[in-house]
């Protein structure tokens, strides 16, 4: 049943609350949509993607051991010791597991979907100057998804996995993960990483409603490298080469994000100076 459009400038209060319902509803039946073709896909999902950091000719313990052998460095990622079995303790954890790790998945396959569904909620509310750059910004935020999505599964997830499941406390103890652990730690990873690389994005709306300006940014660049490190600590294992191969993207992002607001705040310097000389 088609909606009546309504002229968003002669909308009610409920009005807007009616377009943000049928936007969530529209963002969960195409989440949805990705977790039923995930729930299916559950060899691939599980035994390709999800297992992956545990085996041993994982793409990034062979690009460590690489790098290791080319300073003469015998790395243990060369041959890392996975001493263990994924454990399911509780009769329900394998359906659990399943149902939360395709309901993940098909966020993640949904972003850009979901992001353009929150971007037709509050378009209206936009200058037609500004509601010209939606495309890019729908665009450039799921690219910085993605590569935090990558980047977290890729580079944070197996560095955590190695160095959890090796870590040795003692010969009477043997480490034996529940799948839960497991499977919610890489989950844990690859969204945290996505998350954290939409830090362009949030510079870029902070400056807009005036929160953020490149000189403040500046000045609190080191309570910011203070943060990121806090953050790096709690997504990875507490090691200190794990944290900064983290931290360092971050900062990076952090950078950019300065010059972001400073191109934003120029913008809208040069757009009131040109209506300045309309007025005239």
Not at 70 to 85: A, L, R, T, V
Not at 215 to 233: D, T
Not at 253 to 270: C, D, N, Q
């Amino acid at each position: 049943m088609a909606r009546k459009k309504v002229d968003p400038n002669k909308m009610s209060f409920l009005d807007h609350v009616e377009e943000l319902r049928w936007c969530l509803i529209r963002s969960i039946i195409g989440i949805l949509m990705g977790a039923t073709a995930a729930f299916f896909a559950r060899k691939f999902i599980f035994d390709t993607v999800m297992f992956g950091p545990i085996k041993k000719d994982f793409v990034t313990y062979e690009f460590f051991c690489r790098i290791g052998r080319f300073f003469g460095i015998e790395s243990e990622f060369c041959d890392p010791q996975f001493n263990f079995i994924l454990q399911s303790r509780e009769m329900s954890d394998l359906f659990s597991v399943h149902i939360w790790t395709s309901i993940t998945v098909g966020f993640v396959v949904a972003f850009p979907y979901v992001l353009w569904q929150f971007w037709r909620f509050i378009s209206p509310g936009l200058k037609n100057q500004e509601r010209k750059y939606s495309s890019g910004f729908i665009i450039v935020s799921s690219i910085l998804f993605f590569i935090g999505v990558v980047f977290g599964y890729y580079v944070i997830a197996p560095l955590s996995v190695h160095f959890m499941l090796t870590y040795q406390l003692s010969d009477f103890v043997q480490t034996q993960p529940s799948i839960q652990s497991y499977i919610a730690y890489i989950r844990a990873s690859a969204l945290a990483s996505g998350i954290l690389f939409e830090l362009p994005i949030i510079i870029y709306f902070l400056t807009k409603i005036g929160l953020a300006t490149p000189e403040g940014m500046r000045k609190y660049r080191k309570f910011a490298l203070v943060i990121v490190l806090i953050v790096a600590a709690i997504i990875t294992p507490p090691d200190i080469a794990s944290q900064v191969i983290v931290a360092i993207p971050v900062l990076i992002l952090y950078e950019i994000s300065i010059y972001i607001s400073k191109f934003v705040l120029r913008r809208e310097a040069r757009a009131k100076r040109k209506l300045a000389k309309q007025s005239q």
